[in-house]
């Protein structure tokens, strides 16, 4: 009886082995969320950017060049993504 609690203790459902695929689950998901998080930040600056009141010059002139192909022959859009 011992020898089966001892068992399941190490590779139960609730086991040592068990716990440490959550530990690594969740640094996983830790490192999602960061990264998740960092992209909020740039895409929520870039609406902020957008805005109709007090949109960037800059980016509207960049957006209108790339996007329907406005651009003088010259000229060379550059986009950060």
Excluded: Y
């Excluded at 009886?1 to 695929?21: D, N, Q, T």
């Excluded at 969320?33 to 509207?60: S, T």
Aim: charged share 20%; hydrophobic share 50%.
């Amino acid at each position: 009886m011992l020898l089966l609690l001892g068992v399941l203790a190490f590779a139960g459902p609730s086991g040592f082995v068990a716990w440490r695929e959550n530990v690594a689950t969740l640094a996983h998901h830790k490192a999602q969320i960061a990264r998740l998080e960092a992209e909020r930040g740039v895409l929520k600056n870039r609406v902020n950017l957008l805005d109709p009141q007090h949109a960037d010059p800059d980016l509207v002139g960049e957006l209108l060049r790339s996007n329907l192909n406005v651009a003088h022959p010259d000229e060379v859009v550059v986009t950060l993504k």
